[in-house]
């Protein structure tokens, strides 16, 4: 099967050119209204360390909330289970900014991947730093996941979602008026927009993703990253959460544990065998790459990857 891999990537890739430029590029962040609604690169890493790849993969973009299971995974290892006093493991079904829950459920963000939820998990990083140490700690461990020193922080995007990100700064004062973070909300927003602003090709974010389609350890570097357990369970927060309140059509269409992020790019898993990133900016309506979700779709089905079945 695997060694098809690069004729399936490759015939994929060929067949999605007519839709290229389909869905609607994020403009709420100024700096990401000006990516080219055509670009589309995929990358498939196996297990076994082989990189299948087409398109645009090799060029970098913004990969936005597919930084919150980087994050999510740092957390962890600092606070283990006491992470999720702060930020909930349940499918919000609400957008990926809204604040209407948050209000319900008195500051605590139902997941790590909504908006809030990952505002709460920057804290929780932040934890013993200054705003730039917690950045640098989260840029050195994405480089080190996907073993490449180049991976960098976009400061344009950065500036560009401080300057216009009325709704994170609302979502973050909101939990501290609950008591929920521990720390000033511009230093803890400043770690979010920074992490969401680092740019990665799909190579690199396929690679960086390797340790959870291995049991938690990056077979191409040998790292142990996190247990198997660990794994497992981000994955599941990803397959159920993942995808905003599109996180149940993904399930359903792709089957795989994903993340995704409104600069286009998507992150997938499938345990045991590969870790893959798609990258098309136009998003469908939920904010996730429409091209992306199709090609994963596509990937699924020929592949027989679907944990739910062949
Ligand atoms: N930085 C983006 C925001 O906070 C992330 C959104 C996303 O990718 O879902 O709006």
Redesign the pocket.
């Known amino acids: 099967m695997t060694d098809d891999l690069q004729a399936i990537v490759d015939r994929i890739h060929a067949k999605l050119q007519s839709r290229l430029g389909e869905g609607k590029v994020?403009d709420?962040?100024p700096q990401l209204a000006h990516v080219d609604p055509r670009k589309f690169g995929m990358a498939v890493v196996t297990v076994d360390g082989k990189v299948n790849s087409a398109g645009d993969c090799a060029e970098p973009f913004s990969i936005?909330?597919?930084s919150k299971v980087f994050t999510l995974t740092l957390a962890l290892g600092k606070h283990g289970e006491t992470t999720w006093n702060r930020v909930g493991r349940e499918p919000s079904g609400s957008p990926?900014?809204s604040i209407v829950q948050l209000e319900q459920e008195a500051g605590k963000p139902r997941n790590p991947f909504i908006?809030a939820g990952?505002i709460a998990v920057s804290d929780l990083v932040l934890a013993g730093h200054t705003p730039r140490e917690a950045i640098g700690e989260i840029l050195r461990f994405v480089r080190y996941l996907a073993d490449d020193e180049t991976i960098a922080i976009d400061p344009s995007v950065a500036k560009s979602?401080e300057a216009t990100?009325y709704?994170?700064f609302a979502l973050a004062n909101f939990m501290r008026s609950f008591n929920k973070l521990s720390h000033p909300v511009e230093h803890v927003l400043g770690v979010?927009?920074h992490h969401?602003?680092i740019s990665m090709t799909c190579t690199q974010l396929a690679r960086a993703g390797l340790f959870l389609a291995a049991n938690g350890r990056n077979p191409m570097t040998g790292h142990t990253v996190v247990s198997s357990q660990r794994a497992r369970r981000i994955n599941a927060l990803m397959l159920t959460c993942g995808h905003?309140d599109g996180s149940g059509e993904f399930a359903y269409r792709v089957g795989l544990p994903g993340k995704?992020?409104?600069?286009g790019g998507i992150m997938a898993v499938a345990p045991g065998r590969a870790s893959m990133a798609v990258w098309s900016p136009g998003l469908n309506q939920n904010?996730n790459s429409l091209v992306g979700s199709l090609a994963l779709e596509m990937l699924a089905d020929e592949t027989g990857w679907s944990v739910f079945g062949h």
Not at 260 to 263: E, Y
């Open positions: 994020a709420y962040i936005q909330s597919v990926f900014n908006n990952a979602e990100g709704r994170n979010y927009f969401c602003a905003y995704s992020g409104v600069g904010g």
